[in-house]
Every structure is written in structure tokens, then in C-alpha cells.
């Protein structure tokens, strides 16, 4: 069984960067499609980020192109979050997600394991 872990999360000031990571255990990582999503009181679960098994492949929500960008290390076991140039509206809890059929679609729903989330603040 897979499982995810986030780390990185924090507060920062509008401007700063910050990198999220999420280590999966427990499964073929290299075959997993994996996701960022997050979580405001407001939405729940938006899309965020989305990276194939290969890296070949990322997709990105509009909000957060050209600032925001995803990788992984499949011989760590590890997907990564780059945000750049945080904004107030970035504050939500990230979450990562894996895929097991290795597609990266938007919706959560298609996502089989999810990790704990961790919270990022960014304030004026």
C-alpha cells in the first residue's frame, strides 16, 4: 500500500519561496502519476500541480503557471512543489496525491493515496 508524506510547509511572506516535498513508501513510486492539490476554507481540494511517472509530462492550474513548478526524483521517492513569488491566496494545506493509472488529470477524484497535508501560510 502506498503511502504519502508532505513536508515543507511553513509561513512565508508574500514574495518568498517556498519547497514542498512528499515521499511515498510502500509501492512502485517510478509507476505512480503524482499531484499537488490544495485546500482553502473556502474550496476544497483545487487542483494545483501534476507530474507523469516519467516527468515527461507536467500540467499546472492557471493560477500558479510561470510560479510554481513540479519535479520528482524517482530514485528518492519523491515529488517536489517549487513555489515561487507566494501569494495571500496561496495559504491553503497542500496535499500530494498519487495516480495509480499513471494518468495526471485535474479532478481529485481520480487520485487513489493521499498524504496528510501540511499548511502554508503566506502573510502580507
Known amino acids: 500500500q502506498v503511502r504519502l508524506v508532505e513536508s515543507g510547509g511553513g509561513l512565508v511572506q508574500a514574495g518568498d519561496s517556498l519547497r514542498l516535498s512528499c515521499e511515498a513508501s510502500g509501492g512502485t513510486f517510478s509507476r505512480l502519476a503524482m499531484a499537488w492539490f490544495r485546500r482553502t476554507p473556502a474550496k476544497e481540494r483545487d487542483f494545483v500541480a501534476a507530474i507523469s511517472w516519467t516527468g515527461g509530462s507536467t500540467s499546472y492550474a492557471d493560477s500558479v503557471k510561470g510560479r510554481f513548478t513540479i519535479s520528482r526524483d524517482n530514485a528518492k521517492n519523491t515529488v517536489y512543489l517549487y513555489m515561487d513569488s507566494l501569494q495571500l491566496e496561496d495559504t491553503a494545506v497542500y496535499y500530494c496525491?498519487?495516480?495509480?493509472?499513471?494518468?495526471?488529470?485535474?479532478?481529485?477524484?481520480?487520485?487513489?493515496?493521499w498524504g496528510q497535508g501540511t499548511q502554508v501560510t503566506v502573510s502580507a
Open positions: 496525491a498519487a495516480n495509480l493509472e499513471s494518468a495526471i488529470p485535474k479532478k481529485p477524484s481520480y487520485y487513489d493515496v
